[in-house]
């Protein structure tokens, strides 16, 4: 992947996306707007050029998946339709590494407004972690807009949308006694998602901060309640 010419700003954003990530809710203007156990999501209000385009950041906990196993299923093409219930097409349009693909989405029509589609690379790695104290590995995919001549934006029917979405995953491993093999139980896995996706075309604020309310905390809530269900009866991807 290091010779493609993307490369530069695939690894500048997956970067600066894992630090954005790490920063806390604290300061920022972050405002909680969802809950739902462990899950606590935030968001920031802000327009560009009158279009809504809420920074969202959501911080979640589940139990008994790793971070590679999370990001595995997220990246995963194969299995995206299987989750991703807001999606009507989904291609994979170039593979510039095993690590690192482009997509090319047509996304469920939100009434009134017009259906969009979503063109990005997606990249997962992962990330040594130094000064953890419990020193587990990061794991993240980062997802961002990109432009490919074969599928100009706003030909057909469909807006493009432009997007930059992190999914950050940190393992925690309860050690079990010496000796006693690691098992699921003893797993947990800090989760940040971090988005913001440009409408690319008007589209009524009220409408679309509704659907954001709505669709992120079921979207989390869904594709960490899959993975658990994939993992549950497979060996641990540590
Ligand atoms: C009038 C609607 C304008 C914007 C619609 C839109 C498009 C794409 C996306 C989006 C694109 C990618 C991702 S992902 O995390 O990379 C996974 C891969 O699919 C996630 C969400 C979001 C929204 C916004 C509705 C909002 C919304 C939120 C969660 C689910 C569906 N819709």
Redesign the pocket.
């Known amino acids: 992947a290091s010779q493609h010419r993307l490369w530069p700003e695939i690894d500048r954003i997956s970067m600066e996306q894992l630090r954005y990530a790490r920063l806390g809710v604290g300061e920022g203007g972050w405002q909680l707007f969802a809950e739902d156990g462990e899950m606590k999501m935030y968001k920031r209000e802000e327009e560009v050029n009158g279009m809504v385009v809420d920074p969202l950041k959501a911080c979640h906990v589940v139990r008994g998946v790793t971070g590679h196993e999370m990001c595995h299923y997220?990246f995963s093409p194969d299995v995206?339709m299987d989750w991703?219930t807001?999606?009507e097409q989904?291609t994979v349009i170039e593979t510039i590494a095993d690590d690192t693909l482009v997509?090319l989405?047509v996304?469920k029509r939100?009434w009134p407004?017009?259906q969009?589609d979503?063109l990005?690379w997606?990249h997962m790695r992962q990330v040594p972690d130094h000064n953890d104290r419990d020193g587990h590995d990061i794991w993240i995919v980062c997802?961002h807009s990109t432009e490919n001549p074969g599928f100009p934006s706003n030909n057909g029917k469909c807006?493009r949308?432009s997007?930059t979405?992190c999914?950050v995953c940190q393992t925690f491993i309860d050690p079990p006694k010496e000796g006693v093999p690691i098992t699921r139980d003893d797993i947990t896995c800090k989760i940040t998602?971090c988005?913001v996706?440009n409408?690319?075309g008007w589209?009524p604020a009220s409408?679309?901060r509704a659907?954001?309310k709505r669709?992120?905390p079921?979207?989390l809530k869904r594709f960490t309640a899959y993975v658990i269900d994939q993992c549950k009866d497979k060996p641990i991807m540590f």
């Open positions: 997220f995206r991703e807001t999606v989904m997509f989405q996304h939100i407004a017009s969009r979503s990005f997606s997802n807006v949308v997007l979405v999914l998602y988005s996706v409408p690319g589209a409408v679309l659907v954001y669709e992120y079921k979207f």
